[in-house]
Structures are given as C-alpha cells and as structure tokens.
C-alpha cells in the first residue's frame, strides 16, 4: 500500500494563502488518482478536491472551487494544494488519499493529515 505524509499545513489569516503537499512512497503513485479531505472540529471528512493520474482532470468540492487547485508531480511522487482566499470555516485537518472511483470514493488508506487553521 502506498503511504501518504501530509505537510504543509500552519496558521494563516483569513483571505491568506497556504500550499499542502503530500509525499506518497511506493512506485504505483502515478497509477493513481489521488484527493484531499478534510475535517472540521466536530464534523465528518469531507471530499475537498481530486485529481487524476495524469493530471488532466480535476474535480472540486463547491465550497472551494476557485479558490483551491489540486496539482501533482509524479515524478516526485507528490500531489499538492493551493489554497488561496482561505476562510476560517476552511479550518480542519487535511488528508490525502488515493481515489479508487472517480472523484471521491478512497480506499480509506490515511496519512496522519496536517492542521489549517484560519483565525478571522
């Protein structure tokens, strides 16, 4: 199984800027697509944003289209996210996954995820 590592994450200002990364070991990364979810104090996961395995398609959650883009590197075995115009309801945990159906289904495999959070 591919292991997933999370970084990236910090204190930011609302309307501030953050980019995540997430490190994948293991040589099938490229063979798959890959997400990030989140979880808000209190609530459950929720899909934010994914991205093939070539990197020609992507698929956002509505609360952050626009203002989130999901990009990889596979030669460096690495999928990152930009996150711009940040807001605190943006505030959660942040994790990766590999997707296993288009666009949210995961395999449930988690990193350790990395914390955002959004003071107002």
């Known amino acids: 199984q591919v292991q997933l590592v999370e970084s990236g994450g910090g204190l930011v200002q609302a309307g501030g800027s953050l980019r995540l990364s997430c490190a994948a070991s293991?040589?099938?990364?490229?063979?798959?697509?890959m997400g990030w979810f989140r979880r808000a104090p209190g609530k459950e996961r929720e899909f934010v944003a994914a991205?093939?395995?070539?990197?020609?398609?992507?698929y956002y959650a509505d609360s952050v289209k626009g203002r989130f883009t999901i990009s990889r590197d596979n030669a460096k075995n690495a999928m990152y996210l930009r996150m711009n115009s940040l807001k605190p309801e943006d505030t959660a945990v942040y994790y990766c996954?590999?997707?296993?159906?288009?666009?949210?289904?995961?395999?449930?495999?988690w990193g350790q995820g990395t914390q955002v959070t959004v003071s107002s």
């Open positions: 293991g040589r099938t990364f490229s063979s798959y697509a």
């Open positions: 991205i093939s395995w070539s990197g020609s398609s992507t």
């Open positions: 996954a590999a997707i296993i159906r288009w666009p949210t289904a995961t395999n449930n495999n």
